[in-house]
């Protein structure tokens, strides 16, 4: 509703033709997740040309990919780290020029190195907000001692569990279900051993899931105990007072996503708006904005210090130098690997 | 021009002509591309336009690909069935025993007002842990724990599909059950039939062909659905459009992708052809 309402003072403003600048805001497309057209993301875009710019969105990155692929155009996208090495040998993508992002050095470190983000040492991506990937449990049914992913195939939760419907993710799960050195580039054995992770949960599981919202619904309701979902499915269960956490444990596994916005090969606008709204997107008050509103986490280290300490540590983000150094980062998987991942994934949701 | 309107075939030509290329350009041509995808192969991002077998070689050795085509071939003949079945009585009860027919016509096409997205919704809140059904059926006392076997799998997708479908089969039905001459009846009647036989020997043979009709409007497209079971029919209740699907997102497999469309249709137009012969035939031993 609120990008409607963006779009219609937009269109009166041009209407109106009262200044460029008011025009210009929205000849800007972005290509995004709904929900992000949020004018908190961008406060300094908006102060500057006097409006949003126009969104389009999508439901998913691969959504995105073919929609893209297939001659779609826009000046900026959001996907995240781990499909990304098909996007830039797909051509789809300019290189950034991270001298132009005011911010590059107020970023953390750790998730501007994520594999995704650089690839063949050319930056593609701006980092924009990242967040976990975890086992989310039920706190009144499971302890904290007895949770971990190797539960997930024990036969009393028969029904009671449910992962996404993402091979990459569910490959990711069990690679750090069963001790893979790396999940981006798994060796033959590796991978059969996380298949066959997947093949033994595979009887126990209610439903793959396709959005957040159908996970979060059966953990709420107690159709299912454990899940591998987003922080987002946590922090709406805290919303809800519903006894459930993840699993932060980084021994026991947990996983990073890192999701940004890159520039369209196909983009047409000057690079000066579209560096503008980059530097909007990564500045300290826009993390302020999405750590205190959202929940989510930031890419500006900043943000970090300016926001609200005590939100910090409700959303799990107070220690997020132990989770750098331990959890598996969703990075640009090995294409071939991925396509076999795809494959042998749906082939185990079907029962094979 | 006018010479060629006047002649007879000239006329019937101009008078097709918009439907033939619309229907030339929007149906024959994306099916022609379809069809040239299936002999290319994907490598990574590009599309290598070597003509191939490999896409057919792969489907029709895939276990995967049989167990789904199977099953959704099942699952619409298990639809079809039950909305024929229970399309027919409504359908005779409109054309035969009551005179509000718009009414009730009208009355059938009520859930046609709503989104196809927001019937198969509400069908998941009706099924649901803590839906509709095990609410009530928990309150009344007859169920201690919500029943699990209502959602995500093969019985909701066909529950889903036959409501939603069900205007489908009742309204060709109920146009072949108007059509029959009424004296037709009588004179079974008067040559001694009682009610049962005069249904079975006059009014059924006479409806076959509606029940065809209905039945393929039914069956042909839901074997293609996709929708229904990615949101009801969990893993157990996956069919091929889910396999396509995916070829064409994820996976990025366009040729593949378009490959197993065409076996799929193949599949349907075999099943759907065998099924007429066999109505026809039998329609024609009844009487």
Redesign the interface.
């Known amino acids: 509703m609120k990008h409607f309402v963006t779009a219609l003072a937009a269109a009166t403003a041009l209407g109106a033709t009262t200044t460029m600048a008011t025009a210009d805001a929205a000849s800007l497309s972005v290509f995004d997740w709904s929900g992000y057209e949020d004018q908190g993301f961008y406060g300094d875009y908006v102060a500057k040309y006097g409006g949003a710019p126009s969104y389009t969105y999508f439901g ?1 990155v ?2 995105a ?2 929609k893209l ?1 297939s001659g779609f155009a826009a000046d900026l996208a959001h996907p995240c780290t781990d499909g990304l090495r ?1 996007w830039v ?2 051509g789809l993508l300019k290189p950034i020029d991270t001298s132009k992002i005011s911010n590059w050095d107020k970023l953390l470190p750790q998730i501007k190195d994520v594999d995704g983000v650089t690839i063949d040492g050319k930056t593609y991506m701006v980092p924009f907000e990242w967040g976990n990937t975890g086992l989310i449990y039920r706190t009144d049914q499971i302890s904290e001692e007895q949770v971990s992913l190797q539960l997930l195939s024990d036969p009393a939760y028969q ?1 009671k569990v449910a992962i996404p419907d ?2 990459s993710s569910a490959y990711a799960m069990a690679a750090l279900a069963t001790g893979a050195s790396s999940y981006t580039d798994m060796s033959e054995e590796e991978f059969q051993k996380a298949s066959d992770f997947l093949r033994t949960i ?1 009887p126990n ?4 899931w ?1 959005d957040a919202g159908q996970l979060d619904q ?1 953990l709420a ?3 299912v105990t454990m899940g591998w979902g987003w922080n987002q499915s946590e922090l709406n269960l805290i919303w809800n007072e519903t006894p459930a956490k993840m699993m932060r444990d980084t021994d026991k596994g947990i996983a990073t996503w890192v999701c940004g916005y890159v520039h369209l090969e196909a983009s047409t606008q000057s690079d000066e708006q579209v560096y503008d709204m980059l530097n909007a997107l990564s500045a300290e008050a826009s993390g302020k904005y999405i750590i205190e509103s959202w929940g989510y986490a930031h890419s500006n280290a900043a943000a970090f210090e300016s926001a609200d300490q005590g939100l910090i540590e409700t959303y799990g983000f107070a220690d997020v130098d132990s989770f750098f150094e331990d959890s598996l980062f969703f990075d640009a998987v090995n ?1 071939k690997l991925e ?1 076999r991942m ?2 042998e994934f ?2 185990i ?4 | 021009m006018a010479g060629l309107l006047k002649s007879e075939a000239g006329k019937g030509l101009a008078l097709s002509a918009p439907a033939s290329l619309y229907v030339g350009l929007l149906v024959a041509g994306p099916l022609g591309i379809l069809v040239a995808y299936s002999f290319w192969t994907q490598t990574y991002v590009e599309i290598d336009k070597t003509l191939t077998w490999a896409n057919y070689l792969e489907a029709a050795t895939d276990p995967l690909v049989r167990h789904l085509v199977l099953r959704s071939i099942f699952i619409a003949g298990a639809v079809t069935a039950a909305t024929v079945a229970l399309a027919y009585p409504i359908a005779y009860f409109i054309a035969f025993r009551t005179n509000k027919k718009t009414l009730w016509l009208l009355l059938i096409t009520i859930p046609f007002w709503s989104s196809y997205l927001l019937r198969v919704f509400s069908w998941k809140l009706i099924l649901g842990f803590n839906g509709v059904m095990n609410s009530a059926l928990l309150s009344l006392g007859v169920i201690d724990e919500p029943l699990t076997f209502l959602l995500y799998n093969e019985f909701a997708v066909v529950l889903t599909l036959a409501h939603a479908w069900a205007p489908f089969a009742i309204l060709p039905i109920y146009v072949s059950l108007q059509k029959i001459d009424r004296s037709l009846l009588e004179a079974a009647t008067d040559l001694g039939c009682s009610k049962l036989e005069r249904f079975i020997r006059v009014t059924l043979p006479l409806t076959v062909p509606g029940i065809i009709a209905a039945s393929l409007i039914i069956f042909i497209p839901t074997v293609g659905d996709y929708v229904t079971p990615s949101l009801v029919g969990g893993s157990q209740g996956k069919m091929i459009a889910n396999l396509i699907q995916v070829q064409f997102g994820p996976a990025n497999n366009w040729p593949l992708g378009a490959t197993l469309s065409l076996v799929a249709m193949a599949a349907v137009g075999v099943v759907a052809i065998l099924f007429v012969l066999l109505a026809t035939a039998l329609g024609r031993r009844i009487r």
Request: hydrophobic share 35%; aromatic share 12%; glycine share 12%.
């Open positions: 998913s691969e959504e990919f073919t692929q098909k040998a797909a029904g993402a091979a595979h599981i209610r439903f793959y396709s059966a309701s107690g159709e294409p396509g795809l494959k749906e082939r949701k079907a029962g094979f």
